[in-house]
Nanobody
Framework: QVQLVETGGGLVQPGDSLRLSCAASGPTFNNNTMGWFRQPPGQGRDFVAATTWSSGSTYYSDSVKGRFTISRDGAKNTIYLQMNALRPEDTAVYYC?????????????????WGQGTQVTVSS
């Protein structure tokens, strides 16, 4: 059983930066894909970014491309989401997810394991 724990959320002002972490534990992650999703208040869960554990290939939604960066630290079994130039519309609960297969998946149904989420609020 894979367990994912997100940390790093908080309240920031527009233009600020924030880094989210997702610590993973469980079976080997050599062939896994890890992703970040977010769910704004009253809306569905949307894809943000994904990375493959083995090669580090990355994929981003258009709304965050150029502002957010997903990365991984194999030694710590942790992935990160560096968020720069934050906007009020980035406000959401951010979820880390994992799937036991390669490929840069961007749909919630493609992921098997989920973290509990961490709140990010961007407001002046």
């Amino acid at each position: 059983q894979v367990q994912l724990v997100e940390t790093g959320g908080g309240l920031v002002q527009p233009g600020d930066s924030l880094r989210l972490s997702c610590a993973a534990s469980g079976p080997t992650f050599n062939n896994n894909t890890m992703g970040w999703f977010r769910q704004p208040p009253g809306q569905g869960r949307d894809f943000v970014a994904a990375t493959t554990w083995s090669s580090g290939s990355t994929y981003y939604s258009d709304s965050v491309k150029g502002r957010f960066t997903i990365s991984r630290d194999g030694a710590k079994n942790t992935i990160y989401l560096q968020m720069n130039a934050l906007r009020p519309e980035d406000t959401a609960v951010y979820y880390c997810a994992a799937r036991p297969a390669g490929g840069l998946a961007a749909h919630t149904f493609q992921y098997v394991w989920w973290g509990q989420g961490t709140q990010v609020t961007v407001s002046s």
